[in-house]
């Protein structure tokens, strides 16, 4: 009998995962776990969210080979799979209709979420306006500071935005925020989580709604180089993306697998955000996984640019894929993903989000080091719109005040 | 009788309390806030105003059921540079001066950080009596149940009303001091109305077996409390004691504690 990676159903991945959570949501964990399990089985489930990927998503999303890019990655074949395509500009609403779908199957309906850098909380949103929910979106007042563009699509969408004062003030306070809303609430509400952290049953069932990536990719890639490519690469704060694009491609032995993170100002600095490469096993936001804390288990500020990715934790499955040594994980600072960032928009027309320019960056460096012969599929998990402002601010195309410098 | 009185300084002071007044009175303080002294002088004080059993909460930087009094009081005294270790101090410095048990609330990381084993080792050599674990259910918590029966530690689990029958029966089967009886849905704070939740699943927990009930959550006056222990065994109140804390001092928080434990038929 040969076992597959791809069959990991939780609640433990390894010694990662579980669900440590108080017991008045336990209830709503069971209930959730229960209903998904059923959709799961239930192929009338499957062909609504493959419609609602069809016709409202715009699924599958594309593959483009970025070859002038690739000039600068050691000339490696370097093929993008285009999330940031989707609507609503990122792979974040792959997982948000699944859930969606599912809350409404068990009666909820209000849907709350965190967000970061606001992509998973215009997804909600979106599928909360498309399915005449409430929606209400806990955001870090940091990060509604520095993506308040965000803010007001998901206002204009119909939702409540709650600027997050608590802890740090960033998406793991938001995370925070949302588990007591979520407490107080649960009758009424879904926490609709937005990456594969969490307690069970969220890392796998995330998982299941985002590797709709990475099966189409992988098709594409062979039908598009009449193999499979050598390696994928993708950004990972919480992991969704990366995980997504991973799957698929998990039993693939000869596929190398790397997840890039946030190294903010550098990992010899305290001021990052790579998860795996620097923090210790331990208990945040109900999983075992690893994540960036002190001698006593306080969690750390975690430091990106790119607020999608600033986050002390990491979903348990890809600390398994670490600890088994399927995965590769990487940091990226700060600087080098804008680096990456404006190479793409210059040699490729694409604006990426400074979250996937991590990934880009990463892949620079891989391709240097695979060579010529090598293909690689990055995930390009999102656009870069909303962070015209950062990045114009970065390269001094706009000042402080966000006008532009002529 | 239930594992959770047995072999129990807590079941015993909360029984005890039973026996000769309406029930018992439990009270939660954050360690270090507003300093590691205050926070000790304050536990000292509930003691000597009527509180039967102290709850002192370890502060944690993602504390998931906790409402914003509780919050600011912790995040205070994470910036003051509390440590676990002092939490070890504090109990052994609170109990060589008043005879109440005293427990430890904790979410499970710091824990884990520190070692299971260690951390009640310690526990124990500081006279603490066990640990109330809100993010840490029965069926996670494998090694902490190991670890409280070799060390013999009281272990406060958690029973709410959303739990089910199974899940109440299982948290009364493994509680040892008491059952933490989550009274309505939601996180720590006052609330001007407490909801008929509390009462129904004392009554659930009464059916399966379960004895030595304490009430939290919401809890801030001597009527409330009064109404708890004419069905429950306990009354624990927090967030009202480090906002008295917060605004008046030792002193103010002594003398909330005494109004407080008329309510416990003082």
Known sequence: ?406 | MTSTVQNSPVAGAIAAANTQRAGALVGYLPVGFPTLDESIDAAVALVENGVDVIELGLPYSDPVMDGPVIQAATVQALKNGVRLHDAFTAVERIRSRVDAPVLLMTYWNPVLQYGIDRFADDLVSAGGAGLITPDLTVDSGADWLATSDRTGLDRVFLAAPTSTDERLKLAIDSSRGFVYTVSTMGITGARADLDAAARTLVGRLRAQGGESLCVGIGISTADQIAEILSYADGAIVGSALVKALADGGVDAVGRLAAELSVGAGR
């Open chain 1, 1 to 406: 009998m040969t076992t597959s990676l791809r069959d990991e159903a939780g609640p433990f991945f390894g010694e990662f995962g579980g669900r440590f959570m108080p017991e008045s949501l336990i209830a709503a964990l069971d209930e959730l776990d229960e209903a998904y399990q059923l959709a799961k089985l239930d192929p009338e489930f499957h062909r609504e969210l493959a419609e609602l990927g069809r016709s409202y998503t715009g699924r599958p999303s594309i593959l483009t080979e970025v070859p002038r890019f690739a000039t600068h990655a050691g000339g490696a074949r370097i093929i993008l799979k285009r999330e940031d395509l989707n609507h609503t500009g990122s792979h974040k609403i792959n997982n948000v209709l699944g859930q969606a779908l599912l809350a409404k199957r068990i009666g909820k309906h209000r849907l709350i979420a965190e967000t970061g850098a606001g992509q998973h909380g215009v997804a909600t949103a979106t599928a909360a306006a498309l399915f005449g929910m409430e929606c209400v979106v806990y955001m870090g007042e940091v990060d509604t500071e520095r993506q308040a563009l965000n803010v007001a699509r998901m206002r204009l969408l119909g939702a409540e935005v709650i600027p997050v004062t608590s802890g740090t003030r960033t998406l793991k306070d938001a995370l925070n925020e949302a588990f007591r809303d979520w407490v107080a609430n649960v009758e009424s509400t879904h926490y609709l989580l937005g990456t594969v952290a969490g307690p069970h049953p969220f890392p796998v069932m995330v998982r299941d709604f985002v590797k709709v990536i990475g099966e189409e990719a992988r098709q594409q890639v062979i039908d598009l180089t009449g193999s499979l490519p050598d390696a994928v690469t993708a950004c990972v704060g919480g992991g969704s993306n990366a995980i997504g694009i991973f799957h698929a491609f998990l039993d693939d032995t000869s596929v190398g697998l790397y997840g890039y993170e946030a190294a903010g100002h550098g990992v010899d600095t305290l001021e990052h955000a790579a998860t795996i490469t620097m923090g210790r096993p331990g208990v945040l936001h109900g999983s075992r996984s690893l994540m960036l804390q002190d001698e006593d288990g306080q969690t750390l500020d975690s430091h990106s640019i790119s607020a999608g990715l600033d986050y002390p934790g990491v979903g348990p499955e890809h600390a398994w894929l670490s600890s088994i040594g399927r995965a590769s994980y990487r940091p990226v600072t700060d600087a080098a993903a804008m680096a990456a960032f404006r190479l793409l928009c210059t040699t490729e027309g694409i604006i990426p989000a400074i979250e996937s320019a991590h990934a880009l960056a990463g892949t620079i460096e891989l391709g240097k080091e695979l060579g010529p012969d090598a293909t690689i599929l990055v995930s390009l998990s999102g656009r870069g719109d909303k962070d015209v402002e950062t990045a114009g601010r970065y390269f001094d195309v706009l000042d402080e005040q966000g006008n532009a410098v002529l």
